[in-house]
């Protein structure tokens, strides 16, 4: 696994075909191409992954009450829990704005009860459907073909796994 200085606890997988499943939950079975076409004729900077998390959580932001104290702090009250959120940090006394890098509902709340247009810009880059098409789609990954067109070296040999004890 390569080093990764930030905070990843909401998505953690080990290879890019796990992350791009993850992503394109329901693109699944298909091939890898198809996949980066999906993300590619999306209309919206999100991925769909972000975009539903992002509009689940803005549906359960209705319900929220918001009071401001003081520059770029908020009060958020949930029901019967209060929670503290900082637009200056990017963060949220819930934890899932740090945690997944998509506003929590608390954020979206706050935005929009004062009239803030933070909308999707609030999300962490690699969310973003631009992100994904340099970082997926700029040639890195190539197909494998089909083994009738594997080029095969003329000195090679087979190696067997060892006998069983």
């Not at 401001?68 to 019967?80: K, M």
Request: charged share 20%.
């Amino acid at each position: 696994m390569a080093y990764f200085p930030c905070i990843r606890f909401n998505v953690m997988v080990a290879t890019i075909p796990d992350a791009i499943s993850l992503l394109l939950f329901d693109e699944q079975n298909v091939p890898i191409e198809c996949l980066i076409d999906a993300v590619l004729v999306i209309v919206g900077p999100l991925t769909p992954f972000a975009e539903r998390v992002y509009q689940r959580r803005l549906s359960k932001a209705e319900r929220c009450e918001v009071r401001h104290l003081g520059n770029s702090t908020f009060e958020v009250s949930d029901y019967d829990q209060n929670f503290i959120l900082d637009y200056s940090t990017k963060d949220c006394s819930c934890g899932k704005w740090r945690k997944s890098g998509i506003q929590c509902r608390h954020a979206i709340a706050t935005a929009h009860k004062n009239n803030i247009d933070v909308s999707h810009s609030m999300c962490d880059i690699l969310y973003y459907v631009d992100a994904f098409r340099c970082t997926y789609h700029s040639g890195v990954i190539n197909p494998t073909p089909p083994p009738a067109d594997w080029e095969m070296p003329d000195n090679w040999m087979v190696v067997l796994p060892p006998p069983e004890h």
